[in-house]
Each structure stands twice: as structure tokens, then as C-alpha cells.
């Protein structure tokens, strides 16, 4: 049976979710933080609810106090880390052991939370995945990676969306990932051509720019035009390339995901993403962050708009599977780390 | 009789049901082609509104109904007698409550920057141990090491008769010992600063700016009245929040941007500090009977060679000088130390 592909829309606007942002913010900030649980519920609320598909919207169901017990670990966890790094270099490297030793559990946690805590028509999503092949993907691969000089980065990366996307479930139907890691690899070396082309151009031109006057100059001056040439380049390289990269790795994911015999398709272009990525960052920071809520719809917009999925049969066959309880510990505190580790 | 539209789930199936909701005698009422399902209001859980986002009314006993048009639904609430909104959301949708928190969110993060930060790390400064500060020195002098400065060229007799004196001048005033380190460097040329865990770091370069070791001693007694208030360590503090938050709020990509205002922060004190360094200075060298004018012809010295340095050698190094400074606002300090001195 051949079926017309379903848009996914996004229907939230910025001025309104300005408004809900900022009274949150106030709210978080004159109860010092413990509102931020509430303020969280709020947003992930927005943000799904306004996700459309086949005229139904998602949901987000996670409870604030689960999501503030979380948080506090999560803070704790990251709090002793920051300052034992800082004043106490020995002791912070024995937390960031511990916190590696523990992070695959955590992000277990957090799949199943966030995934339990989603729902589409009424029915919940969940996450099945085992913790022994957690720490397969996100410690012992991740290790080999590093001693690897990188050189495994894409298989691992394959790996873990394998992990994430084949543990995944509508209901009952659950979600498979037929991605292999040799499409991993050609959006890595491209990026990595890419990233040797833009940063081959930049040192050029600062080159150029300061010319053979850095020869003649004591060693001491030249450090200082040298970092902030680094600086520049990074930047430059985040805001070129880190959007090529991702919207790479979106598409190459979901159009290799399905739902049951269901599809999904994402069409992210690297310009469009490039420019909104550039244009918010730019706005951002000229507002002092007031941009900040425009900008989260602009790129959510964006993200879900270039998703489609392609009904192979009747959804609305789906069924419910039985419900369970998690705690939210894990989301949060891989939150406080900016992992992403959307669904 | 006034029905609105809306879509309803089992909660069992993906299934969805166009259906039109009616509330009467306390019940609310959903009926579809193939449903009529009737439900005390005190059973269904109603999603306070969020935006224009969907409406949820979860039941109790599982389903739920989606519904998209707010106006009529409202109305059909307030028709039944259930208050319309949560204050909450009434917030969230004025534009009158969106500029109040607006200008209140920017008013507390300058209180915050100005005052609460502050506050917090004079409190926190002094309750962090002194082996965790001295550690800090430690892997300051080290990194430091590795480039920005090098060993001193001064003689070990001269480096052992300043240390000597500086010993005097602290134990005069009731300070216990602290550690005074001589090192070289042109990049950050004639300059003394301290450290949190107390260590002051002088250059080669300020001991040849001075005139004689009164004036060598009056920098090292200002850099003592930063230690006395521990404000190397404060100023840590108050950099390390700076920059973990503007991480946190800017996000991945820019935490590269945010690390460069703390390094900037970092280098140079608030006015205050300098003040009260300089105060306590004066009364340290007073005791010692040393002129404070002795610190005022220093920072005119030390102001004048790094404004030479600049002449010299073009815009590079103007900018690591500047960028390096630890004294703004020297004219005036200078007159409140001669004037001080002549009070005497
Ligand atoms: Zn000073």
C-alpha cells in the first residue's frame, strides 16, 4: 500500500513562548532555582504539545518534583566536579572517574524517563535498553575510541544511535535502525575535509593579514595573536561546520529509522541550518540572551518542520504497552553535562 | 445546546475520534460516532492553558481528549462555573507581565553581578582551607612557568635581603608568614600580583623600575592588602561563577566566547579593592617608617613604564600591557596616598 508522507509541524511562535520563558525565569530565579523543575515541565509542555503530526499532538508528561530530585544530584554531581577540578586537581579527576563509571547508568535512566514521559495519542513511548550494552556503547566503546586516536568515532556514534533507536518503543511497536557505521564514516570524513579546508583558509589569511612582521617579532608577542586567531577559527569552524555536521547526522538518522514497517524522513538542508544557527547565536548575544526563547523556537521549528513519516499501513493499529514507573535522576543530571540525549 | 470539538484518545489504541464535548450537571460529556463516554469534572484532570498549545483533559480512568479550540472550550468552562485559568497562565499570557519580568530579571542579574557575587565569595573565600588555596599557588606558578615568565636574574644575596624585609614589614603588622616568589618576564613587563593562597609574585623588571627597596616594599605591602582580604581569592570565585554560568546559558558552541570575558575578569580588581589595598599599605609601611608617597611614586612609575612599552613597540604589546594590568584608575590613587603621606 502505497501512503502519502505525513509532515510533522510546529505550531509554538516565539512572542508567545517569550512571554511563558521570562515569567518562568522570574519565578526560577526569586525561588533560587527550586522553580526551574516547574519552569522545565512548562517548556518540555510547550514544546511537545505544539509538535504536530496528523493533526494529534505529543505530550510531556514528566512530574517536577521527579525532575528537582534529579536536578539536585545533577547539580551536586557537577558542583564537586567543577570546584575539585579548580582547587583540587587529583580529586577532581577521581570524580570525573566516578562520574564516567556511573554516566551509562545515568543515561540509561534518562532514555527511559524522557521516552516514558513522551507520548503521542495517548500512548507512551518507552526504552528497553539493557545497562550492560549501555556500558558497552557509552564506556568501552568511547575508551577504545580515544586509544584509537579517534579513528573509531564514527562506529561508536553508529553504535549508539543503534543502541538508542533499536531499544525504542511506540506503545508496543518498536523502533529499528538500519544505519551502518560506513555511513557514519563518510559524514565524518566529510566534515573532516571541510573542517582542514575552513581552517586552512582562516590560517592563511591570518597570514597574510599579519604577514612576515610575526618572524621579526619576539616570541612572547606572537602568543597573543596566535590564541586569538585559534579563538577565531573555532568559532568559525562551529558556525560552518557544526551545522553542516549536524543536520548530516539528523538525516542520515531518521532516514534510517522506521517504526514497525513505518518510516520517517528528514530533509535538515546545511544552509538553512547554517544560517539559523549563525543568525541565533549573532541575536542572542546582542540581546543579552533575551533572543534566547525565540531562538529555541526557530531551531525547533526547523528541526521537526524537515520531518516526515511514511505511514506503510494504518497507525492507528498501534497499541499501549503496560505502564512503569521510572525516576527522572538520569536526564537530569546528563542535562547538567550538555550531553544531548534527545529522543 | 453549545458543543465544542475536539479529538479523543483511549489510551489504549492509537486510534482517533473527532467528538464534541459538552459539560452538564457537573459531568462532562464526549460524544462521537461510535462513543458517549460521561465523566464527573472531578474526575478529568484539565491542562492549565500553555500558549495556544493544545488543551489535555486527562480522565482518571485513562483517555484523554485534545482540544484546539480555546475560545469556545473556555467559554463552555466558564458557562459551568470552573475558574477559566490558572494564574500561571494569565502570567505567562500577558505582554504587561512579560516587560515586568523582563526588567525584573535584568535588575536582579546586575544586583547579583554587583553585590550578591560578591558577597557569596567573600563568605566562601574565607572558609576555604588553606592547603586547597596554597595548591592553587602552586599550579599558578607552574602553568605560569612554562612560558609567561621565567626564573629571576636577580642575585640569590639580593632576592635573600628583600625577602628579609618583607618578612619585617609583615611581622610588624601581625601577618603570618607568606611566601614571596621573584620571577622575570617581559611580557607582562614591571608587575607584582598575588596569589590566593597568599604567594606574592614579583618581576625582575618592577624591582629595576624602583628607585631604591622602599619602593619595591610599598608594592609588596599593596599586594599584602589584597591578601589580608583575600582578593585574589574572591576574584577567583567571583570569574570561575562568571564563566560557569555564561558556559551553562550560551551553550556548547560559544563556551569557547565565554572563557574569554573571565580571563579578562580575572586580571584586574574592582576600584574598591585597590582602595583598600592601598589604605592598608599605607597604615603597613607607616609602621615600618616608610612614606606611603613611596607606593604613589611606584604606580606613577609603573604607570608610565607600561604607557613607554606601548610607544616602543606598536599596538601588540599595548594590549597584552593592558590586558595585564592590575592598577586602573592610578591618578587618583596616587593623590589619596601623596595625600595621605602629607597628612602625617
Ligand atoms: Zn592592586
Known amino acids: ?58 505530550d510531556y508528561h514528566g512530574t517536577p518534583i521527579a525532575i528537582l530530585k534529579g536536578r539536585l544530584i545533577g547539580v551536586g554531581l557537577f558542583a564537586a566536579y567543577y570546584t575539585a577540578l579548580k582547587f583540587m586537581p587529583l580529586l577532581g579527576l577521581a570524580i570525573g572517574l566516578f562520574i564516567a563509571l556511573i554516566m551509562p547508568f545515568l543515561l540509561v535512566a534518562s532514555f527511559r524517563f524522557r521516552l516514558y514521559n513522551s507520548s503521542y495519542r495517548g500512548l507512551r513511548f518507552g526504552f528497553v535498553g539493557s545497562i550492560k550494552s549501555a556500558y558497552v556503547v557509552f ?205 | 445546546m453549545k458543543t465544542v470539538n475536539a479529538n479523543y484518545f483511549d489510551g489504549l489504541s492509537a486510534l482517533q475520534q473527532a467528538v464534541a464535548l459538552n459539560i452538564a450537571q457537573g459531568q462532562l460529556e464526549v460524544r462521537g460516532e461510535k462513543l458517549i463516554r460521561a465523566e464527573p469534572l472531578s474526575n478529568i484532570r484539565i491542562s492549565a492553558k500553555l500558549g495556544s498549545a493544545p488543551r489535555l483533559l486527562n480522565f482518571a480512568g485513562g483517555g484523554h481528549c485534545e482540544v484546539n479550540n480555546h475560545a469556545d472550550f473556555e467559554a463552555l468552562l466558564r458557562d459551568a462555573g470552573v475558574l477559566p485559568q490558572s494564574l500561571l497562565s494569565r502570567m505567562e499570557g500577558s505582554w504587561r507581565h512579560a516587560l515586568t519580568a523582563t526588567v525584573l530579571s535584568i535588575v536582579i542579574a546586575i544586583a547579583s553581578f554587583y553585590w550578591g557575587l560578591p558577597w557569596v565569595a567573600n563568605i566562601a573565600a574565607g572558609r576555604i582551607p588553606d592547603s586547597v ?14 612560558g609567561l615568565v621565567q626564573a629571576s636574574q636577580l642575585s640569590q644575596a639580593r632576592q635573600k635581603k628583600l625577602r628579609k624585609r618583607f618578612d619585617n614589614l609583615r611581622a610588624m603588622h601581625g601577618l603570618p608568614p607568606h611566601q614571596l616568589e621573584f620571577r622575570s618576564s617581559k611580557v607582562i613587563g614591571a608587575n607584582a600580583f598575588a596569589l590566593p593562597g597568599g604567594t606574592v609574585v614579583v618581576t625582575d623588571q618592577l624591582i629595576a623600575l624602583a628607585s631604591n627597596d622602599e619602593e619595591v616594599l610599598a608594592v609588596l605591602a599593596h599586594e599584602l592588602g589584597h591578601v589580608s582580604e583575600r582578593h585574589p581569592m574572591r576574584q577567583l570565585l567571583q570569574s570561575s561563577v562568571v564563566g560557569l554560568a555564561m558556559t551553562w546559558y550560551l551553550g556548547d558552541i560559544s563556551s569557547l566566547l565565554a572563557a574569554a570575558p573571565t580571563m579578562l575578569l580575572e586580571t584586574n580588581y574592582s576600584r574598591n579593592f585597590e582602595r583598600r589595598a592601598d589604605r592598608y599599605a599605607a597604615s603597613m609601611l607607616r609602621e615600618n617608617g616608610i612614606a606611603p608617597a613611596r607606593l604613589a611614586d611606584m604606580l606613577e612609575k609603573l604607570e608610565k613604564s607600561h604607557r613607554g612599552a606601548v610607544k616602543e613597540s606598536g599596538e601588540q604589546p599595548s594590549r597584552i600591557a593592558r590586558f595585564l594590568s592590575t592598577h586602573p584608575d592610578t591618578a587618583e590613587r596616587i593623590r589619596d596616598l601623596r595625600g595621605d603621606g602629607s597628612r602625617q
Not at chain 1, 604577514?211 to 606572537?222: H, R
Open chain 1, 1 to 58: 500500500m502505497q501512503t502519502q508522507d505525513q509532515r510533522f509541524s510546529f505550531t509554538g511562535t516565539g512572542s508567545e513562548y517569550f512571554r511563558i520563558w521570562i515569567v518562568n525565569l522570574v519565578l526560577t530565579i526569586l525561588t533560587l532555582g527550586i522553580y526551574s523543575a516547574w519552569a522545565k515541565v512548562r517548556r518540555m509542555q510547550y514544546f511537545y504539545r505544539n509538535t504536530r503530526l496528523n493533526e494529534s499532538s505529543f
Open chain 1, 139 to 343: 564506556l568501552a566503546l568511547p575508551i577504545a575510541t580515544l586509544f584509537t586516536l579517534y579513528l573509531l568515532a564514527p562506529f561508536t556514534h553508529q553504535r549508539i544511535k543503534a543502541y538508542q533507536h533499536n531499544n525504542s518503543r511506540y506503545g508496543q511497536s518498536p523502533f529499528t535502525f538500519t544505519a551502518g557505521a560506513g555511513s557514519f564514516y563518510k559524514v565524518y570524513l566529510l566534515t573532516l575535509l571541510q573542517f582542514i579546508l575552513v581552517g586552512g583558509l582562516f590560517a592563511y589569511g591570518a597570514f597574510r593579514m599579519i604577514g612576515g612582521s610575526m618572524a621579526t617579532m619576539p616570541k612572547e608577542q606572537i602568543i597573543f595573536p596566535v590564541v586569538i586567531a585559534t579563538y577565531l577559527v573555532m568559532i568559525a569552524a562551529s558556525l560552518l561546520i557544526i551545522p553542516y555536521f549536524i543536520s548530516r547526522i539528523q538525516n542520515l538518522v531518521w532516514n534510517h529509522t522506521q517504526l514497525g514497517a513505518h518510516r520517517f524522513s528528514s530533509t535538515l538542508s546545511v544552509a538553512g541550518l547554517t544560517w539559523l544557527i549563525f543568525s541565533n547565536f549573532l541575536f542572542t548575544v546582542v540581546t543579552l540572551g533575551l533572543f534566547k526563547p525565540f531562538a529555541d523556537i526557530r531551531l525547533a521549528r526547523y528541526r521537526i518542520e524537515h520531518m516526515a513519516f511514511t505511514p506503510a499501513g494504518n497507525i492507528e493499529e498501534f497499541i499501549a504497552s503496560e505502564q512503569q514507573q521510572i525516576g527522572a535522576t538520569g536526564t537530569e543530571t546528563a542535562e547538567v553535562f550538555n550531553l544531548d540525549i534527545g529522543f
Open chain 2, 133 to 146: 588555596s596554597l595548591s592553587i599557588d602552586t599550579h599558578f606558578l607552574d602553568a605560569v612557568d612554562k
